[in-house]
């Protein structure tokens, strides 16, 4: 099955600035909404940050004002610019659809981000 491709995370400061890459492949990046999905140790993975084909957005009460999600249609990328990173951020964050709960791609490897001084 197709996997998105996430790239972009390390080791950061708080108060630091990463972004995220996620590249999906096929028709389905082009018909649906695309999602972060951090899982942080020990918890579910839960969608905080989504984006509409037309680039209508939605956030996580938790995140807004410090992450900003956009994408690239052109390029089948949608991205996660990161910034005033918290330890509580620290997860492996994984892309996909956002469609009534409804993931069409199988999950990929993720990426991991790690906020800690």
């Known amino acids: 099955q197709v996997q998105p491709v996430e790239s972009g995370g390390g080791l950061v400061q708080p108060g630091g600035s990463l972004r995220l890459s996620c590249v999906a492949s096929?028709?389905?990046?082009?018909?649906?909404?695309m999602g972060w999905y951090p899982q942080a140790p020990g918890k579910q993975r839960e969608l905080v940050a989504s984006i509409t084909i037309g680039g209508s957005t939605n956030y996580a009460d938790s995140l807004k004002g410090r992450f900003t999600i956009f994408r690239d249609n052109a390029k089948n990328t949608v991205y996660l610019q990161m910034n005033s990173l918290k330890p509580e951020d620290t997860a492996v964050y994984y892309c996909?659809?956002?469609?009534?709960?409804?993931?069409?791609?199988?999950w990929g490897r993720g990426t991991q981000v790690t906020v800690s001084s």
């Open positions: 096929g028709s389905i990046f082009s018909t649906y909404a």
């Open positions: 996909n659809t956002v469609h009534h709960g409804l993931m069409y791609y199988s």
